[in-house]
């Protein structure tokens, strides 16, 4: 077999008798593998030609030129399709037009757009103007002559416009051809043809090409090819076969560049083979004749029932199924985006051409089944005769996704897996929280970090302590602080929303607003509060005290006005696909859970445990602060050990709550992390305040705090780093979960305990606390007589301990990556601070998500897949979970379940969205 014929035989064919796909989507690309499967199926798809994937590298091999085997082998497969068409590439009497559009594997940006009508030249649209005129006169000869009564004279006239009408055919697909080809190939900015087409619109009196007589047209489209003359390095190509060699090459390079390697890298898609090429015969929809038909053949007539459109099976806002879409007559494909001519509903397509339009639901339903989807189908009718250029899952709300799902199950169309993958994870946090109405909103006035959703509307105030009483009088307050400390947690409770001018997605208001399921926006850099007048400025606005806020969780937007809201409607379906989910998925979903009420609420949304019990939570409570912060004022460890023998007690029941809550489903208790400088007021009212309170001078505070002030405390004095210099105070905690659990187990319960040690980076940091801990829990299990099986593992949240994961995992019987602390140290940001840049970057395309929101899947991730891998190989038993906020994120839980995780965990509000996103993890892992 020669080199060409091996070559050819990797182009696609269809539309001829075997139009089977030849490959995957991997070799034909999406689009291309789409079309090959309508085909096959019979639907009237315009005849065309798949160029593989693999071309792609090819081209770049040969310097961005097509290598001749490539070029053989296009022309071979170029002449099957002009046996199918009846028609040649480049001639004259009877040309062949072509359409190109890429077709990668997977939606990736850097394409280059269709290009339309390859193949004309002047001679052929002058040729095509000919052909046109003789068999329009031919057919008024034969009318005037078969036409016995009086309209003789009138058939004559409307076949004399018809003929000025058709004859323009040639000259509109030339002058399309010469701007796509200029766009997309020449890469020419197309200033140039929007000025001659306004000059000649404006001249004509008209407002589109298909209003344009014979002379305009022709004169618009040599204007347009004096744009490329002028604007181009090229010449203008007038051989067919060299336009349609360098739209291809464009292609290739389009896909070859460097910005768009650099984008498939950062994805973690530098795999992908190249973008497949679909080589398609044009499709008519302007009534002017010389569209190919699935069968090659082509028809003449006029324009009344010819158009093009978008066929969308079921409504995207709604999910109900009806036709939904548009249609515009007259048209081909890009006039519908065009903007020019208002497009009607599709079914007015129906008094068009309605054998057309019934034969296009037809297919509809048909395609739905096979692709066992919602289905978007771009269609093209000439002269009644249906074409279907293109068909893909439909775009959809979060709200119709779910409602397609269960209807595509319901209607056997799919299985409850392929129905599963089909709902937006979005429609969970849609029926759980209001959604702010923002039609006569307005802009808003500052934009924040999205720290936790949903919406809240309610009065300015700046004092936790407002909040409280104004609560208590019925009145809704938004909560604005430059920060929130633990003293401000009674005014959190009470709250509509919270804002903050500083902090991370981390920060305290984050996490305790997440815990609580409140609106919380974060890092609102832009305000600036005043607390001795009670007031805020953001730019020009000034918002007083009690004055109407409005906050959208979802968008971090701050509105100053009382705006409506969307209360939400629980979906009955979630239940059902949630089921859905639980029945596939391999990752176990946890929550983050610090109370027995967090811990009941995370059952309730279907938890298998806990993930992360925060016990620094415990401390910030009312009657545990004051005892807490008696500990961090003593000056020995005689003092600490006294502070730390009252909270005991309050510990212990903490703990015993929540395993009676959570009885055999493991409990993963994170011990103290925070640096103790966080429990201490800054200011100095609130030092006053706790200076009274605990009978201290003031001074003693402030130099205590002082004494443990740092300059980067979220990598300083904290965690495990606490354990080593002070070990009282771990040791008071292991004290209490293992007491906790001794007794629980007396009543009957089983537990099942793990605790966490957090902010390990060496090994021997891992040693020495394990050991005090082991001791700890044989010595309180012999003094109660009980027999406890507890894990002892480590929060890996440095980059250190995730290049160290072989030697920890020897020490540890479980890692929870902490996702938060990793993408900090792993980026260099600070989750306090980056909301001072991130949108920038965001905005100028320097990062393409928060890290802090979607897990960094190509650089923090690596870290991850290599503590994965490494620590499995050390310990093969260890367990592995996730337990920052990401484990709450639908694509961060996609890619958890892809490295290995055995769980995630999350803020019990994501518990629902965390179990839908590893249902939907499981199927398609197995597809790929």
């Known amino acids: 077999m020669s080199a060409s014929e091996t070559e050819h035989r990797m182009i696609h064919l269809f539309g001829g008798q075997d139009s089977r796909p030849h490959g995957g989507k991997s070799v034909l690309g999406e689009k291309g593998w789409r079309l090959a499967s309508m085909s096959a199926l019979g639907a009237p798809v315009p005849p065309g030609l798949i160029l593989p994937a693999h071309y792609t590298g090819e081209a770049a091999k040969n310097g961005g030129r097509l290598p001749d085997s490539v070029r053989r082998a296009l022309r071979e497969a170029l002449s ?14 009877r040309p062949l037009r072509l359409s190109v559009r890429s077709s990668p594997p997977r939606p990736v940006p850097f394409s280059i757009g269709t290009v339309l009508n390859l193949g004309v030249t002047e001679k052929i649209a002058q040729s095509m103007e000919q052909a046109t005129k003789q068999v329009t006169e031919q057919a008024t000869v034969n009318d005037t002559v078969n036409d016995t009564g009086g309209g003789a004279k009138d058939s004559a006239k409307d076949s004399a416009k018809d003929s000025a009408k058709d004859s323009t055919v040639g000259w509109d697909a030339y002058r399309r051809l010469i701007e796509g080809y200029g766009v997309q190939v020449l890469g020419l900015n197309g200033g140039g043809f929007e000025a001659v087409w ?107 029932n010819s158009g093009a459109g978008r066929l969308i099976t079921r409504v995207p806002a709604t999910g109900e199924k009806k036709p939904h879409g548009n249609f515009l007559s007259h048209a081909l494909g890009p006039d519908l985006s065009a903007g020019i001519r208002i497009t009607g509903h599709i079914t007015e397509m129906e008094q068009a051409a309605p054998e057309a339009y019934a034969e296009l639901l037809e297919w509809g339903n048909r395609l739905e089944g096979h692709f066992q989807d919602a289905m978007d189908i771009q269609f093209t009718v000439e002269n009644g005769t249906l074409a279907i250029l293109s068909a893909r899952p439909s775009q959809r709300t979060a709200k119709a996704s779910l409602k397609i799902a269960l209807a595509l199950v319901e209607e056997e169309i799919c299985d409850t897996r392929q129905g599963l993958i089909r709902v937006d994870p979005a429609v969970i946090d849609e029926s759980m929280h209001p959604i702010l109405d923002k039609a006569e909103a307005g802009q808003p006035i500052a934009k924040g970090l999205p720290a936790s959703p949903g919406s809240a509307v309610g009065h300015a105030i700046f004092f936790a302590e407002q909040a409280v009483e104004l609560a208590a009088q019925g009145v809704r307050t938004i909560l604005i602080r430059n920060e929130t400390t633990p003293e401000d947690i009674d005014g959190l ?23 609580m399921g409140k609106c919380c926006i974060v890092g609102v850099g832009a305000i600036s509060i005043d607390y001795l007048v009670n007031e805020m400025t953001v730019g020009d606005h000034q918002i007083k005290r009690m004055d109407w806020i409005s906050m959208d969780g979802a968008s971090g937007e701050i509105f100053a006005a009382e705006l409506p809201q969307i209360q939400p409607t629980l979906e009955g379906g979630i239940a059902t696909v949630l089921g859905w989910a639980d029945a596939v998925r391999r990752l176990g979903v946890y929550a983050n859970a ?63 709550d929540i395993f009676r809550v959570m009885e055999d489903r493991p409990v993963t208790i994170r011990l103290l992390d925070p640096p103790l400088n966080e429990y201490l007021p800054k200011g100095i009212r609130s030092q006053t305040r706790m200076a009274r309170a605990m009978g201290i001078p003031v001074e003693t505070i402030q ?82 007589g009980e027999t406890i099986a507890f894990r002892i593992g480590t929060m890996l949240e440095t980059p250190r301990a995730a290049l160290s994961a072989r030697s920890i995992a020897r020490l540890a019987d479980f890692f929870s990556f902490g996702t938060n602390d990793l993408t900090q140290m792993s980026y260099g940001f600070s989750r306090d601070d980056a909301g001072m840049f991130l949108p920038v970057y965001l905005e100028k395309g320097i990062l393409d998500k928060d890290p802090f929101m979607e897990f960094d899947q190509e650089g923090t991730g690596r870290l991850v897949e290599m503590a994965v891998k490494e620590g499995r190989e050390a310990n093969p038993d260890l367990k592995l ?33 965390a179990r839908l996103a590893a249902g939907q993890a499981a199927v398609e892992a197995q597809a790929d």
């Open 80 to 93: 099957q399709l002009e046996e199918i068409t009846g028609r040649r590439f480049g001639d004259e009497s």
């Open 198 to 304: 306004n000059e000649t619109m404006a001249s004509e009196g008209v407002e589109g090409a298909h209003e344009l007589g014979l002379e305009a047209l022709r004169s618009l489209a040599l204007g347009y090819r004096e744009v490329v003359v002028a604007e181009g390095e090229t010449p203008w190509p007038e051989d067919p076969m060299e336009q349609l060699y360098e739209t291809v090459a464009a292609a290739y390079g389009a896909w070859n560049a460097e910005e768009a390697q650099n984008w498939r890298i950062d994805h973690g898609l530098e795999h992908l083979p190249g973008t497949g090429l679909v080589l398609q015969t044009m499709a008519g929809g302007t009534g002017q004749g010389h569209g190919v038909s699935k069968h090659g053949g082509s028809k003449h007539g006029d324009s009344k």
């Open 493 to 515: 409770k009470v709250a509509e929303g919270i804002i903050t001018a500083h902090g991370g997605l981390t920060s305290h208001a984050a996490v305790v607003a997440r815990g």
């Open 594 to 656: 610090d109370t027995a009420e967090d811990a009941r609420h995370a059952l309730e949304q279907g938890a298998g445990g806990i993930g992360l019990c925060r016990t620094e939570h415990m401390f910030f409570e009312i009657d545990r602060i004051p005892l807490f912060r008696k500990m961090i004022l003593a000056l020995d460890q005689i003092g600490r050990a006294a502070a730390l023998a009252e909270l005991l007690p309050l510990q212990r029941k903490d703990f015993m």
């Open 703 to 784: 130099r205590r705090t002082e004494a443990l002030s740092e300059t980067n405390p979220m990598m300083g004095h904290r965690g495990c780093r606490l354990a080593i210099t002070y070990p009282e105070i771990y040791n008071m905690q292991v004290r209490a979960i293992v007491e906790a659990a001794c007794i629980v187990k007396k009543e009957g319960v089983q537990v099942n305990p793990e605790i966490m040690v957090p902010l390990i980076s060496t090994s021997k940091e891992l040693s020495l606390i394990r050991k005090d801990i082991e001791r700890l829990v044989t010595q309180v299990t012999g003094e109660l």
């Open 881 to 913: 979970g996730v337990c920052g906020e990401h484990g709450g994120d639908p694509r961060s839980v996609k890619f958890f379940h892809q490295v290995g995780l055995d769980y995630v965990s999350c803020s019990p509000f994501r518990v629902p969205v």
